[in-house]
């Protein structure tokens, strides 16, 4: 069963709300317009319930099919990056220093979408949750819609999640049982030594010192410290010291990520990261403090779903464009919330030959809408057939 002949007759339509978030980005939790852009089109649909303000500002929409079945949740992320557009597009953002450098415009346009479709025909049984997510970006707010009673305030027994993937070619996609996404836990170092003239090195502590040694000695932990048939990063991104070319620096800050396949590995990074830290600022005869934020957890996708999720992919595309084994991905992605409360699989869309994400010359393919949102379609009428 390929591309559904109603939502490849929609994509003009998919596109304008795509280019339209586009135009107007927002971050983490202060997507009001996105939100209310969100909740007027599933009222005008017909949704049986639309619910605001689910992890402060994240949407659901109750769509009902016939009596009985099961309830799928399908979900979707709204937020955009702070960062500043390069594409020259008609519809860039209008909002200075943000951009939907992640696709999430294209994900919330392609579940409107199939929520459209999914209200006009309702060939279900059971009960489709559309859920549109705030603060995916750093902000957790899968986590704060579960908090917030997600999963039970609407019966969810399922979830499955999606996200464009540059790279992949257009109408195809990947997915795997298991670990598919890192976890991702944010490193600060705070570093004082003794500060002093930079023709008296032999008086002070170098703080630029200590915190060149400590970057270079937490490589080792991967290298050392993690099985070579696993997978870990432990990356320093920020590394601030120091006002002026004469004087050695009293404080330094680092600042990082670790990340991981396992909870094992990552429980191995965080112990080890602080063992280097400690002991390397001890060496010097500096002082450290690491700060370690835990950020998002591994996203598991289950089996069962993953087959069944590559089993709804195969119909849309054929069994050819369905990559069942992509190698996992060390980015991370808060959708592990969800899969962590219910069985469910998330998946990859192709976007085509497009800049990569999280880059300023990034844009979501709108030739991808027809394929992505009749995945959704066919998932949700599969996983409630009666």
């Known amino acids: 069963m390929p591309i559904v002949n109603r939502i490849a007759d929609l994509q003009p339509e998919i596109a304008a709300w795509r280019q339209d978030l586009h135009a107007h980005p927002e971050l983490r939790y202060d997507v009001h317009r996105t939100a209310a852009f969100v909740a007027e089109k599933l009222k005008s649909f017909g949704c049986d319930e ?4 689910i992890g402060r500002t994240g949407v659901v929409g109750v769509i009902r099919g016939r ?4 309830v799928v949740g399908l979900r979707a992320d709204m937020d955009a990056l702070p960062l500043e557009e390069e594409t020259g597009l008609p519809y860039k953002s209008q909002n200075p220093g943000k951009m939907h450098a992640c696709g999430h415009d294209g994900h919330t346009a392609m579940l409107l979408g199939a929520a459209k479709y999914l209200a006009e025909t309702r060939n279900f049984s059971g009960t489709a949750v559309v859920i ?10 899968a986590l704060a819609m579960v908090k917030d009673g997600l999963i039970s305030r609407f019966g969810i027994q399922e979830v499955f999640g999606m996200h464009n993937f540059p790279g992949l070619p257009l109408g195809q996609f990947a997915i795997r049982p298991g670990a598919m996404m890192a976890s991702a836990d944010h490193l600060t170092i705070d570093l004082e030594g003794k500060g002093g003239h930079a023709a008296r090195p032999h008086l002070s502590i170098d703080t630029l010192l200590v915190g060149a040694q400590i970057v270079n000695q937490l490589q080792s932990i991967v290298a050392r410290n993690v099985d070579p048939l696993e997978a870990a990063v432990v990356s320093i991104c ?41 002991g390397t600022a001890r060496m010097y ?3 450290a403090k690491l700060t ?8 598991v996708n289950n089996n069962r779903q993953t087959e069944f999720a590559a089993a709804v992919a195969r119909e849309i595309a054929g069994s050819d464009k369905v990559d069942t084994e992509v190698a996992p991905v060390m980015g991370a992605e808060d959708f592990a919330f969800m899969l962590g409360e219910r069985p469910g699989a998330f998946i990859f869309v192709g976007n085509g030959d497009s800049a990569g994400l999280h880059h300023p010359a990034y844009n979501f393919n709108d030739e991808a809408i027809p394929t992505g949102t009749s995945y959704w379609v066919r998932l949700a009428e599969s996983a409630l057939r009666g």
């Open 50 to 53: 639309v619910v605001p303000g």
């Open 67 to 70: 009596a009985g079945g099961k």
């Open 132 to 141: 549109f997510q705030p603060a995916e970006e750093g902000g957790a707010g």
């Open 238 to 278: 920020m590394f601030q010291a120091g006002h002026t070319d004469n004087v050695i620096p009293q404080h330094a800050q680092l600042r990082g990520t670790a990340r991981a396949l396992t909870d094992e590995v990552r429980n191995t990074l965080l112990q080890r990261i602080d063992d280097v830290v400690q």
């Open 285 to 287: 005869g500096a002082k």
């Open 292 to 299: 370690c934020t835990n950020g998002y957890p591994v996203l």
